[in-house]
T-cell receptor
Framework: EPEVTQTPSHQVTQMGQEVILRCVPI?????FYWYRQILGQKVEFLVS????????KSEIFDDQFSVERPDGSNFTLKIRSTKLEDSAMYFC???????????????FGPGTRLTVL | AQSVTQLDSQVPVFEEAPVELRCNYS??????LFWYVQYPNQGLQLLLK??????LVKGINGFEAEFNKSQTSFHLRKPSVHISDTAEYFC?????????????FGRGTSLIVHP
């Protein structure tokens, strides 16, 4: 069964460093998403991406964040200068149809746990 | 704006006992409701969803949920749990606000099934 994969499973970094979180969405999906979950808190939407551009983003997704689809398979989230409060689990998701289709089911990856020291 | 409240952060239960995981939501527009499950070291998997029609929704692994508009609830139930049901469960709501259906998630409920 096709699935979304994410690497690495755990990333430890120093405050101020850049990190890139990688995701391989399901191959025939066209819509891609990033969410994060700070420990003990809610899963929060960060950004959605379609046709090589951001389609929606939340207030959390500020200038420190960027997303890219560098090739036909990967979807990345970059944090330019990490802060302590960026420590969280980051989930990638993909869907065949976009968020404007109410039943566009999103398929989630296992997450990358980012720890900023 | 929409929000989701999962009042129970942890629910311990014995194997073969029934379980209910509670979810309440708030929204000013029509909503669509979801339950996701996350097994250890895996991604979020859709258990079931309510879009319209019958308020009792059946999902995978024997779970079901009932949409109650007057109580703004969407509680998840299973009549007899197994050890393998031990996981984190997330309730989510989306609506037609602004034409986007980006879901808003609750904080999750950890279901712990004891032998």
């Amino acid at each position: 069964e096709p699935e979304v994969t994410q690497t690495p499973s755990h990333q430890v970094t120093q405050m101020g460093q850049e990190v890139i979180l990688r995701c391989v969405p399901i191959s025939n999906h066209l819509y891609f998403y990033w969410y994060r979950q700070i420990l003990g808190q809610k899963v929060e939407f960060l950004v959605s991406f379609y046709n090589n551009e951001i389609s929606e983003k939340s207030e959390i997704f500020d200038d420190q964040f960027s997303v890219e689809r560098p090739d036909g398979s990967n979807f990345t989230l970059k944090i330019r200068s990490t802060k302590l409060e960026d420590s969280a689990m980051y989930f990638c998701a993909s869907s065949a149809s976009g968020t404007r289709a109410r039943d566009g089911e999103q398929f989630f990856g296992p997450g990358t746990r980012l720890t900023v020291l | 704006a929409q929000s989701v409240t999962q009042l129970d952060s942890q629910v311990p239960v014995f194997e073969e006992a029934p379980v209910e995981l509670r979810c309440n939501y708030s929204s000013s527009v029509s909503v669509y409701l979801f339950w996701y499950v996350q097994y250890p070291n895996q991604g979020l998997q859709l258990l079931l969803k309510y879009l319209s029609g019958s308020t009792l929704v059946k999902g995978i692994n024997g779970f079901e949920a009932e949409f109650n508009k007057s109580q703004t609830s969407f509680h998840l139930r299973k009549p007899s749990v197994h050890i393998s049901d031990t996981a984190e469960y997330f309730c989510a709501v989306s609506s037609a606000s602004g034409g986007s259906y980006i879901p808003t998630f609750g904080r999750g409920t950890s279901l712990i099934v004891h032998p």
